[in-house]
C-alpha cells in the first residue's frame, strides 16, 4: 500500500481539536480492541502502518491486552523520528485498580508497557469497579460486583488527578459515564474530565448527553464508530441493528462510492466527536483516515443520519452487574438516577 504521510518527520495531515485546557487531540484515533479474537500481536502490525499513515491518537487499554505489542510499535516509530510531542497516546484503568494505590500503580505499567514516557490522557474506562474475566460469558456475574458510588468513584478521581500533577498524565477523563453521574463528578472533581468516551454510531447518537458534554467543555470520543460488527458474542442481542446494513447509510455510502463503514466515520467526524475506529486492515485504516479529510457529507446526508437515531446500545455491559441489579439498563441511569443499593444516596 502506498504511503500516506512519507515519513515520521512529515506532519500528520489529521486535524486537532481542542481540548478546554489547551491541549489538543487528532481528530481521529485508531481503536486497538481486539475484541477478544484479534492477537496482540496483529494488533500492534495495525498500530505500525496507522502510524505509517498518518494516524497519531492510538486508544488503548490496559484490558485490551496487547499495551506491550502496541508500545513496541510507539518506541519503533518514536525511534525513526517520530517526534512524542506529536503522538496522542490515551489508555484506560481497568475496573480491578480503582482503588487509589492500584490505579496510580496500573497508569504506571501502561506508561512503561506502551513506552511513552507518559500518557497523552487516561480514563477511567468504566465508573463501577466490577471485574468480569476476559472471554466470560454474558450471563456471568461476579459476587463482588457493586453500583456506581460516587464517594469511591471520587476516591479514584483523586488518583487521576495526582497523576496529572506527577506530570505522568496530560489529561484525564472517564468513559461509560451518564448525566447523573457528570454532574456529581463535576461537582466534586478538581480537574475537570478533558474527555468522555462513549458508545456513538448513526443507530447510537445520545442526543442528549453529547450535548451535556459539548456545553461542559467535555470532548466526546466516539467508540464503536461502526457499530463495532465484529464485537464479543457476550454484547449481542437480537436486537441489534447493524448501522453498515441500514438502508440510508448504505445509499450514502453509494453515493460517495465509499463502504458504509466509511460513511460512519465522516458522519462522527462531522457532528463533532472524535471517531475511533478498529481494523484489522491497513487498507481499512486508510479509508477511516481519508473519510475526515476529504468527501464531506452535505447538510442533507447529515440529516438522514440524525435520523438513523435507534438508541441502540450495543455494548450494554450485563457482565458489570451487581447482585440484586435488575437489567443492563441499571448501569445507564436510563430513569435519570443511579441506582444504588443498602440505602446508598447518590
Ligand atoms: N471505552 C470503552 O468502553 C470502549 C468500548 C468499546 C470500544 N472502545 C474503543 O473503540 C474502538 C472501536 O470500537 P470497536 O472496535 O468496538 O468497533 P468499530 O470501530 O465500530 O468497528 C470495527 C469493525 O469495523 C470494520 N471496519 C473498520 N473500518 C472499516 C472500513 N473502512 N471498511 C469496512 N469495514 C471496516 C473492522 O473490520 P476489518 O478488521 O475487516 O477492517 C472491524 O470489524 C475499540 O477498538 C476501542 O479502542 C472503547
Known amino acids: 500500500m502506498n504511503g500516506f504521510v512519507p515519513s515520521f518527520t512529515d506532519a500528520s495531515p489529521v486535524p486537532c481539536r481542542t481540548l478546554y485546557n489547551g491541549s489538543k487531540i487528532p481528530a481521529i484515533g485508531l481503536g486497538t480492541f481486539g475484541s477478544d479474537h484479534v492477537s496482540a500481536e496483529d494488533v500492534a502490525g495495525v498500530v505500525k502502518e496507522a502510524l505509517k499513515l498518518g494516524y497519531r491518537y492510538i486508544d488503548c487499554a490496559a484490558c485490551y491486552g496487547n499495551e506491550k505489542e502496541v508500545g513496541r510499535e510507539l518506541k519503533n ?69 457493586r453500583p456506581y458510588i460516587h464517594e469511591e468513584f471520587m476516591a479514584s478521581w483523586r488518583a487521576m488527578e495526582q497523576l496529572v500533577k506527577e506530570g505522568l498524565v496530560k489529561n484525564i477523563g472517564v468513559s461509560n459515564v451518564t448525566i447523573p453521574k457528570l454532574e456529581l463528578i463535576l461537582r466534586d472533581a ?69 463502504h458504509p463503514a466509511v460513511v460512519c466515520v465522516k458522519w462522527a467526524y462531522q457532528r463533532g466527536q472524535i471517531p475511533i475506529p478498529f481494523t484489522t486492515k491497513a487498507s481499512n485504516a486508510l479509508s477511516n483516515l481519508k473519510a475526515i479529510l ?39 441511569d436510563t430513569d435519570g438516577s443511579i441506582p444504588g443499593w443498602n440505602g446508598y444516596k447518590g
Not at 461502526?226 to 447493524?242: L, Q
Not at 446526508?301 to 437489567?327: H, P, T, Y
Request: charge should be negative; include cysteine.
Open 77 to 145: 516509530a518514536l525511534d525513526a523520528g517520530l517526534p512524542r510531542g506529536e503522538l496522542f497516546i490515551l489508555s484506560k484503568v481497568w475496573n480491578d485498580c480503582h482503588a487509589p494505590e492500584k490505579l496510580i500503580e496500573a497508569c504506571k505499567k501502561s506508561i512503561s508497557d506502551l513506552q511513552a514516557g507518559y500518557l497523552d490522557c487516561y480514563l477511567i474506562h468504566w465508573p463501577f469497579p466490577n471485574y468480569h474475566a476476559p472471554h466470560c460469558d454474558v450471563n456471568s456475574r461476579n459476587p463482588d460486583s
Open 190 to 258: 478538581r480537574i475537570k474530565p478533558a474527555v468522555n468516551e462513549m458508545e456513538l454510531h448513526p443507530t447510537m447518537q445520545q442526543g442528549q448527553l453529547f450535548q451535556y458534554c459539548l456545553d461542559h467543555g467535555i470532548q466526546p470520543i466516539g467508540y464503536s464508530p461502526i457499530g463495532s460488527p465484529a464485537r464479543p458474542e457476550r454484547d449481542r442481542t437480537p436486537e441489534d441493528i447493524c448501522d453498515i446494513e441500514m438502508p440510508e447509510v448504505v445509499a450514502i455510502a453509494q453515493a460517495h462510492k465509499v
Open 294 to 332: 476529504d468527501d464531506s457529507l452535505t447538510a442533507e446526508e447529515m440529516d438522514i443520519l440524525a435520523s438513523c437515531e435507534r438508541n441502540c446500545r450495543l455494548i450494554k455491559g450485563q457482565v458489570f452487574l451487581w447482585k440484586g441489579a435488575g437489567s443492563w439498563r441499571d448501569l445507564w
